[in-house]
């Protein structure tokens, strides 16, 4: 009598153990928001933000607003991640060795870009400390990964969510709502400016982020499938996808429903 249930509790854990999931995180923020980006603005410049990509990615834009050319000083900015500051800038010198290709980046930065790269010989570049941005300009920057995995716990809000453009599917998910000094990732992007190219009169930029909330969600509605009523072509979309958030695929085993601890 008892093989049954057996066999249907193995069952039941191997259909769970196939199912995977993502952590979709929100980030939070005093700046404000336009056309789903924040947005730091005063008379000089103009800072676009977005976050989306696997861990998260920082990206930003810079628009130099005035009509005199604007300078930014590498070495004395920096990406701070919970307190603890990581550089945009090396005193050191880069070789590749490499042959002729070109390539396309489709990544999270705001603008794509193709170039092409001379593989085959030895390339010596040094990173480029003062970026100098006309007037009128912007300028474009993305690097930094965010954040990693973390476990949510067992006893976290289970709430109904849905996707924004079918709504009639919903589906439950589970989430935690973090306050600034409770949260796993607070980040700053600090940046020294100038007018002059020796950075003389600099002034700062210090724009301050926290997630806000982590959504543990089934892969199936992170990346929704819809047939069409018409064709019945399928229809795929990223319902979570936008330039406040970022996503985390969750280890093997490692979500709440599994019950195993943090590895």
Not at 25 to 45: C, K, P, W
Not at 158 to 176: A, C
Request: proline residues 5%; aromatic residues 18%.
């Amino acid at each position: 009598m008892k093989q049954p249930f057996t066999l249907i509790l193995i069952l039941s854990v191997l259909f769970c153990s196939c199912v995977s999931y993502y952590h979709v995180a929100s980030v939070e923020s005093t700046l404000i928001i336009e056309d789903s980006v924040y947005v730091f603005e005063n008379d000089t410049v103009r800072l676009e933000y977005g976050f989306w990509g696997e861990r998260g990615i920082l990206s930003f834009s810079i628009f130099n607003k005035t009509s005199k050319p604007l300078y930014i000083d590498w070495k004395r900015s920096a990406y701070i991640r919970n307190g603890n500051k990581m550089d945009y800038w090396f005193d050191e010198s880069i070789a590749l060795t490499s042959e002729t290709t070109t390539y396309t980046y489709t990544g999270p930065a705001l603008i794509p870009k193709t170039g092409i790269v001379a593989y085959g010989v030895t390339i010596t570049s040094k990173p480029e400390r003062i970026t100098y941005i006309p007037p009128k300009s912007a300028y474009h920057r993305s690097g930094f990964t965010l954040f990693n995995w973390i476990k949510l716990p067992a006893d976290c809000e289970q709430i109904t969510d849905s996707i924004p453009k079918y709504p009639e599917n919903k589906f439950q998910v589970h989430h935690m709502i973090y306050e600034k000094n409770t949260t796993p990732l607070f980040f700053r992007n600090f940046l020294t400016l100038s007018f002059s190219e020796r950075i003389e009169n600099e002034f700062y930029v210090d724009n301050e982020f926290y997630v806000k909330e982590i959504k543990e969600v089934q892969s199936k509605y992170f990346e929704f499938e819809k047939s069409s009523s018409v064709d019945w072509t399928v229809i795929r979309s990223e319902p979570y996808k936008q330039p406040t958030n970022f996503y985390v695929k969750v280890p093997k085993y490692q979500n709440i429903k599994s019950g195993s601890s943090q590895w």
